[in-house]
């Protein structure tokens, strides 16, 4: 996953994943969440989602949740994670509200 | 049902294969170096993907399995098969050369991890952003890399032809994941998401 490489903007599966884990869930739930959320226009395979929490954890933005030796591994967002997803919002309101003006769709 | 099936790595071929016994009404239960066995299912009952985990240590692979079995798919773990059995053999002896080829070939041996999930009517995909599909075939174009260098190497040193030959087939291999690795990195840099 290649966030934080120009003007810190997160990939949209990174900003799903994160918002996902608000409420604890597990690999299943992560990948049934952004198919619903996105109406099934996103939908995640295993790989590239065992990569992406891969990732995550190793930034310190999710954990692991609950009994971590049991099956069905659950991961919770971390508050420098929320931070990440703090700082992608405000800069997604910046970007709606420039498109807005420029685009004359003020509501 | 046991069948004795050999693969020279392109995995896509073998995919198709094993999603033609699921429609024929045939599931994967078990794989050994060079059978795949199956019992009868439901026609088209199971879909069907490969990864390539050669590059992951043991533990990392058994992992990652294990998290795609919590997702509720079923995982089998495959030798990738060189084919013409030469590729293995290498790989065997090198492994007593040392440590770091002992490591590649206990890969190797289990280098790909076949994955079953019950068939859903979409595609079966592992590997959905570009980047990642990207990442995927130049993992796995880096065993026949290493394979075609060693017989051109071979050829090299003994000068006969032979190798050269196994050396190409094994080039090609390469080529085809090159060509895949450099398709999905073009369309990672142009397409967004």
Same mark, same amino acid.
């Given at each position: 996953? *290649?966030?934080?490489?120009? +003007? +810190?903007?997160?990939?949209?599966?990174?900003?799903?994943?994160?918002?996902?884990? $608000?409420?604890?869930?597990?690999?299943?739930?992560?990948?049934?969440?952004?198919?619903?959320?996105?109406?099934?226009?996103?939908?995640?395979?295993? +790989?590239?989602? $065992?990569?992406?929490?891969?990732?995550?954890?190793?930034?310190?933005?999710?954990?692991? $949740?609950?009994?971590?030796?049991?099956?069905?591994?659950? $991961?919770?967002?971390?508050?420098?994670?929320?931070?990440?997803?703090?700082?992608?919002?405000?800069?997604?309101?910046?970007?709606?509200?420039?498109?807005?003006?420029?685009? +004359?769709? *003020?509501? | 049902?046991?069948?004795?099936?050999?693969?020279?790595?392109?995995?896509?071929?073998?995919?198709?294969?094993?999603?033609?016994?699921?429609? !024929?009404?045939? !599931?994967?239960?078990?794989?050994?170096?060079?059978?795949?066995?199956?019992?009868?299912?439901?026609?088209?009952?199971?879909?069907? /993907?490969?990864?390539?985990?050669?590059?992951?240590?043991?533990?990392?692979?058994?992992?990652?399995? %294990?998290?795609?079995?919590?997702? #509720?798919?079923?995982?089998?773990?495959?030798?990738?098969?060189?084919?013409?059995?030469? #590729?293995?053999?290498?790989?065997?002896?090198?492994?007593?050369? #040392?440590?770091?080829?002992?490591?590649?070939?206990? /890969?190797?041996?289990?280098?790909?991890?076949?994955?079953?999930?019950?068939?859903?009517?979409?595609?079966?995909?592992?590997?959905?952003?570009?980047? %990642? !599909? /990207?990442?995927?075939?130049?993992?796995?174009?880096?065993?026949?890399?290493?394979?075609?260098?060693?017989?051109?190497?071979?050829?090299?040193?003994?000068?006969?032809?032979?190798?050269?030959?196994? /050396?190409?087939?094994?080039?090609?291999?390469?080529?085809?994941?090159?060509?895949?690795?450099?398709?999905?990195?073009?369309?990672?840099?142009?397409?967004?998401?």
């Amino acid at each position: 996953m *290649r966030d934080n490489v120009k +003007g +810190g903007a997160l990939t949209e599966v990174t900003f799903f994943i994160l918002l996902s884990l $608000y409420e604890p869930k597990h690999g299943y739930a992560i990948m049934q969440f952004i198919e619903e959320m996105t109406e099934g226009r996103l939908s995640l395979g295993a +790989g590239t989602l $065992y990569g992406a929490i891969n990732t995550l954890l190793e930034k310190g933005w999710i954990k692991p $949740y609950g009994d971590v030796n049991g099956r069905q591994k659950k $991961y919770v967002i971390t508050p420098d994670g929320k931070k990440a997803a703090k700082t992608e919002l405000a800069r997604l309101r910046k970007l709606v509200d420039f498109a807005s003006d420029t685009m +004359g769709e *003020r509501s | 049902m046991k069948k004795i099936r050999f693969y020279s790595g392109l995995i896509n071929l073998q995919i198709r294969w094993l999603d033609k016994m699921s429609d !024929r009404g045939y !599931r994967l239960v078990g794989t050994g170096k060079l059978w795949y066995e199956f019992e009868p299912c439901e026609p088209s009952a199971y879909r069907y /993907a490969i990864d390539y985990v050669g590059d992951k240590s043991k533990t990392e692979a058994k992992e990652y399995a %294990d998290f795609l079995e919590d997702i #509720g798919y079923r995982t089998y773990f495959k030798n990738i098969n060189l084919n013409l059995d030469l #590729g293995d053999l290498v790989w065997e002896k090198l492994a007593d050369k #040392g440590d770091f080829f002992a490591d590649r070939a206990t /890969a190797m041996d289990r280098a790909l991890l076949i994955v079953e999930k019950e068939n859903d009517g979409k595609p079966f995909e592992l590997h959905t952003t570009y980047e %990642d !599909r /990207a990442l995927f075939y130049r993992k796995l174009m880096m065993p026949y890399l290493l394979l075609f260098l060693l017989f051109a190497a071979l050829g090299l040193f003994t000068k006969m032809c032979g190798w050269f030959a196994v /050396a190409a087939v094994f080039l090609f291999v390469c080529i085809v994941y090159l060509i895949d690795h450099l398709k999905m990195k073009k369309l990672s840099s142009l397409v967004e998401g």
